[in-house]
């Protein structure tokens, strides 16, 4: 019943900034935690950031971030619009990939709902 569509990717140039929404629809109150994940072609899946959604969660809120990540990209959310953004400045190359949006239900362990991805191109 939670259903998310991703938005906002493209191709830019490396240095270049990009933001992308991930809008989320149906039981959005069963959502603990929406968090953001890219895959690279030959890649495997790879976490990017998170951040707590529910009003009810058992860690401590705030926003966490991959190293590879960290002072470059900044996850925010809009309740009342039930989006959550990813804000990425300084893009490289090696962030080139498909980003999807990805959410925890209350008292699952697991990300069991995801978007369709949207593809990020830095190039050099």
């Known amino acids: 019943q939670v259903r998310l569509v991703e938005s906002g990717g493209g191709l830019v140039q490396a240095g270049g900034s990009l933001r992308l929404s991930c809008a989320a629809s149906g039981r959005t109150d069963s959502i603990a935690h929406m968090g953001w994940f890219r895959q690279a072609p030959g890649k495997e899946r790879e976490f990017v950031a998170r951040l707590t959604w529910s009003d009810i969660s058992w860690n401590t809120g705030l926003p966490s971030y991959a190293d590879s990540v960290k002072g470059r990209f900044t996850i925010s959310r809009d309740n009342a619009k039930n989006t959550v953004y990813l804000q990425m400045n300084s893009l490289r190359p090696e962030d080139t990939a498909v980003y999807y949006c990805?959410?925890?239900?209350?008292?699952?362990?697991?990300?069991?709902?995801w978007g369709q991805g949207t593809q990020v191109t830095a190039s050099s």
């Open positions: 990805a959410a925890r239900r209350i008292l699952f362990s697991e990300w069991d709902r």
